[in-house]
Nanobody, 127 residues
Framework: QVQLVESGGGLVQAGGSLRLSCAAS????????MGWFRQATGKEREFVAAIDWSGSRTYYADSVKGRFTISRDSAKNTVYLQMNSLKPEDTAVYYC????????????????????WGQGTQVTVSS
């Protein structure tokens, strides 16, 4: 069983930065891709970023490309999402998730491809 716990959310002004962390427990952390998703009120959960098992390949939604950076530290069983130049439209609950199969490119963006989810952390960006 895998448990994922997100932290680092909060309230920030537009243009500011936050770093989200996702601490994982369980045997499969280092073996499979991890992803970040977000869900704004009244909207469907959407893909934000993903990283492969080695940390060498990353994928981003167009809306965050150039502003967000996903990374992982296998020694700490933690995946991060550095968010810069935040915008009010980035306001959402952010979730980390883990797959139990490999993926690449667009194969990493689907919600259904992820098997384990954290409880989410709220990010609010004020204008």
């Amino acid at each position: 069983q895998v448990q994922l716990v997100e932290s680092g959310g909060g309230l920030v002004q537009a243009g500011g930065s936050l770093r989200l962390s996702c601490a994982a427990s369980g045997r499969t952390f280092g073996a499979y891709p991890m992803g970040w998703f977000r869900q704004a009120t009244g909207k469907e959960r959407e893909f934000v970023a993903a990283i492969d098992w080695s940390g060498s390949r990353t994928y981003y939604a167009d809306s965050v490309k150039g502003r967000f950076t996903i990374s992982r530290d296998s020694a700490k069983n933690t995946v991060y999402l550095q968010m810069n130049s935040l915008k009010p439209e980035d306001t959402a609950v952010y979730y980390c998730a883990q797959r139990t199969s490999s993926c690449s490119g667009y194969g990493c963006v689907g919600v259904r491809g992820y098997d384990y989810w954290g409880q989410g952390t709220q990010v609010t960006v004020s204008s």
